[in-house]
């Protein structure tokens, strides 16, 4: 019998800075230290060069999206997946380099940039994509308002979280094969995202008729809330995706098209649930593909199988010494829980997995999964959470990883750019 269960939380994607708050110096102070302590290793890790020779993938092009699961392509890392994977990551990049942490700032939690310049300040302007919409999440959580007249800033409802991209280099449409739209989407920032990330408890899609084990599918009730919640001027995550894919399909519906989401942390948890709610709102969706960097669970094995029925293509690229990777909630490997021998082990294992369900923290991985680990860097602290999460270490890995017998290129990790 094989029975595993974890516990765990969410511990977000923390701030660059937030010590230029309009709040108390002591408030300052202390949060101010706390993140820098942490941060202080993640500036040691350069930001990588955009600059690379990706390759021409044309024919190719639906194997790299994962049409086949990326069968043999993953343990040895096939080097044209390498790159398509770092591709993305640079996008998912963009939206911390444009993200203004600064709470003092007319501007705190929009973007530094316009949409026409972000790409090529952030070093992708040849990339040959153009941003046609920027993403802004609402979390659902009201704070007191006692507290959000005292931290207005620190408190904000709602908040840039990503853009849509879509490809309009002829040249690079000729190099993919396709027509591609990028949806790119950051981690954890502000104040509020961080509390939405502790309602670990799953909660039913909305609109969802209950499954075969009576279950239905079932997603994080804070990642849910943050996908649908809204405000205005801006409305839902949701509402702001289904519009902008919407027109973006019925624009190029006559010619090759992907649809790729990536993100990061609570990026990729939203990637998975926007990946979900666009194959389930529109009939002609293109091909729909998940590129998953350092994502926490997100729902139960009800939804993991509504996402395989609906043939989407998710590969979560995981750092074994990643612990947002291992949560949050409770993991049940129940595939070898009953056995024909031990009829009485196979009642008092379904007995206890029924009774844990009932408690809505059992969680599944969901996707194929690209195991890496820093710990096979010297360089790297594998015991410092915060590195071993952070984004720039996700590229760093990728970027040398081989296979799980010979897990990396160098025994001193390179920068992208060399």
Same mark, same amino acid.
């Given at each position: 019998?094989?029975?595993?269960?974890?516990?765990?939380? $969410?511990?977000?994607?923390?701030?660059?800075? $937030?010590?230029?708050?309009? #709040?108390?110096?002591?408030?300052?102070?202390?949060?101010?230290?706390?993140?820098?302590?942490?941060?202080?290793?993640?500036?040691?890790?350069? /930001? &990588?060069?955009?600059?690379?020779?990706?390759?021409?993938?044309?024919?190719?092009?639906?194997?790299?999206?994962?049409?086949? &699961?990326?069968?043999?392509?993953? @343990?040895?890392?096939?080097?044209?997946?390498?790159?398509?994977?770092?591709?993305?990551?640079?996008?998912?990049?963009?939206?911390?380099?444009?993200?203004?942490?600064?709470?003092?700032?007319?501007?705190?939690?929009?973007?530094?940039?316009?949409?026409?310049?972000?790409?090529?300040?952030?070093?992708?302007?040849?990339?040959?994509?153009?941003?046609?919409?920027?993403?802004?999440?609402?979390?659902?959580?009201?704070?007191?308002?006692?507290?959000?007249?005292?931290?207005?800033?620190?408190?904000?409802?709602?908040?840039?979280?990503?853009?849509?991209?879509?490809?309009?280099?002829?040249?690079?449409?000729?190099?993919?094969?396709?027509? @591609? =739209?990028?949806?790119?989407?950051?981690?954890?920032?502000?104040? /509020?995202?961080?509390?939405?990330?502790?309602?670990?408890?799953?909660?039913?899609?909305?609109?969802?008729?209950?499954?075969?084990?009576?279950?239905?599918?079932?997603?994080?009730?804070?990642?849910?809330?943050?996908?649908?919640?809204?405000?205005?001027?801006?409305?839902?995550?949701?509402?702001?995706?289904?519009?902008? $894919?919407?027109?973006?399909?019925?624009?190029?519906?006559?010619?090759?098209?992907?649809?790729?989401?990536?993100? &990061?942390? *609570?990026?990729?948890?939203?990637?998975?649930?926007?990946?979900?709610?666009?194959?389930?709102?529109?009939?002609?969706?293109?091909?729909?593909?998940?590129?998953?960097?350092?994502?926490?669970?997100?729902?139960?094995?009800?939804?993991?199988?509504?996402?395989?029925?609906?043939? =989407?293509?998710?590969?979560?690229?995981?750092?074994?010494?990643?612990?947002?990777?291992?949560?949050?909630?409770?993991?049940?490997?129940?595939?070898?829980?009953?056995?024909?021998?031990?009829?009485?082990?196979?009642?008092?294992?379904?007995?206890?997995?029924?009774?844990?369900?009932?408690?809505?923290?059992?969680?599944?991985?969901?996707?194929?999964?690209?195991?890496?680990?820093?710990?096979?860097?010297?360089?790297?602290?594998?015991?410092?959470?915060?590195?071993? &999460?952070? *984004?720039?270490?996700?590229?760093?890995?990728?970027?040398?990883?081989?296979?799980?017998?010979?897990?990396?290129?160098? #025994?001193?990790?390179?920068? =992208?750019?060399?």
């Amino acid at each position: 019998m094989k029975l595993g269960v974890r516990v765990g939380s $969410i511990q977000p994607h923390a701030p660059p800075s $937030i010590s230029q708050s309009n #709040t108390s110096p002591s408030f300052k102070s202390n949060i101010s230290s706390q993140f820098n302590k942490s941060l202080r290793p993640w500036n040691q890790l350069k /930001l &990588h060069s955009a600059k690379c020779n990706f390759p021409n993938l044309r024919n190719k092009w639906k194997q790299y999206q994962g049409i086949n &699961h990326w069968e043999g392509l993953l @343990d040895p890392l096939d080097d044209n997946l390498r790159w398509e994977i770092l591709r993305y990551g640079h996008f998912v990049d963009a939206t911390y380099t444009s993200f203004d942490f600064d709470p003092s700032s007319l501007t705190y939690a929009k973007s530094l940039y316009s949409k026409k310049s972000l790409l090529k300040k952030c070093g992708l302007g040849k990339y040959g994509y153009r941003i046609s919409k920027y993403l802004y999440v609402t979390c659902g959580i009201h704070m007191p308002k006692c507290i959000n007249k005292i931290f207005k800033k620190l408190f904000t409802r709602s908040s840039l979280i990503g853009y849509v991209a879509i490809c309009v280099n002829e040249k690079e449409i000729t190099r993919l094969g396709r027509r @591609d =739209i990028v949806v790119s989407l950051r981690g954890t920032i502000t104040c /509020l995202e961080w509390l939405e990330n502790l309602r670990v408890f799953l909660t039913h899609l909305p609109g969802v008729v209950k499954g075969e084990d009576d279950v239905g599918p079932m997603v994080q009730k804070g990642f849910l809330s943050l996908y649908t919640s809204k405000i205005t001027p801006h409305g839902s995550l949701q509402e702001m995706i289904r519009k902008e $894919i919407g027109r973006l399909i019925q624009r190029y519906t006559n010619e090759p098209l992907s649809l790729t989401l990536t993100g &990061h942390s *609570l990026g990729a948890a939203l990637a998975i649930l926007s990946a979900y709610d666009i194959t389930t709102t529109f009939n002609n969706a293109p091909m729909v593909t998940v590129i998953s960097f350092g994502g926490p669970r997100v729902g139960n094995g009800s939804f993991r199988n509504q996402l395989e029925q609906k043939g =989407i293509k998710i590969l979560r690229i995981v750092n074994s010494d990643d612990v947002v990777t291992k949560v949050p909630g409770l993991f049940v490997n129940f595939d070898e829980v009953v056995s024909d021998e031990d009829v009485g082990v196979g009642i008092w294992s379904k007995w206890f997995y029924k009774y844990i369900q009932n408690m809505k923290l059992v969680y599944v991985d969901i996707g194929q999964e690209l195991r890496l680990s820093s710990r096979e860097f010297p360089c790297l602290n594998k015991t410092d959470v915060a590195m071993c &999460h952070d *984004l720039k270490t996700y590229l760093h890995l990728v970027k040398n990883f081989v296979s799980s017998s010979c897990a990396c290129k160098h #025994t001193k990790i390179h920068s =992208i750019q060399s």
